[in-house]
């Protein structure tokens, strides 16, 4: 038996602040829930709460002077769900802004899936019922 009731957050290293939160915030629609001048990490609500903690992806930026990020990374991508009813629109809106897609299909689970990169370079996947 497992006491886990969900997913909290995923914290990604950022090179750049405002290209990170122009993506999670501007294009996806991600709510901040720390304050606008507080520096440091940047905490996005990315769902409802679970057990009293909302769901966050969180970014943090690295100094200026950090080395680039290279292959192989650690995390090999992230995933948000979304509504069936929403999956075409969300497709339309992320090209529209210049983000190529790229489709694919979950190894086990019925669904519809789509691929894009954050401007970091994190592979971003939406998924929802098939």
Not at 44 to 64: F, H, K, R, W
């Amino acid at each position: 038996m497992t006491a886990i009731k969900g997913l909290a957050e995923i914290v990604l290293s950022v090179r750049d602040r405002e290209a990170a939160l122009g993506f999670y915030r501007d294009l996806l629609g991600l709510t901040p829930i720390s304050p606008p001048d507080r520096p440091g990490p940047i905490f996005l609500q990315a769902g409802p709460e679970q057990a009293g903690i909302p769901q966050l992806i969180v970014l943090v930026p690295l100094p200026a002077a950090s080395p680039a990020f290279t292959p192989p990374r650690t995390l090999h991508h992230l995933a948000f769900t979304v509504a069936p009813a929403d999956f075409d629109r969300l497709q339309e809106h992320v090209q529209s802004h210049g983000h190529a897609t790229r489709g694919g299909q979950h190894p086990v689970l019925p669904s519809r899936t789509l691929y894009v990169n954050d401007p970091d370079g994190n592979e971003v996947e939406f998924i929802c019922t098939a």
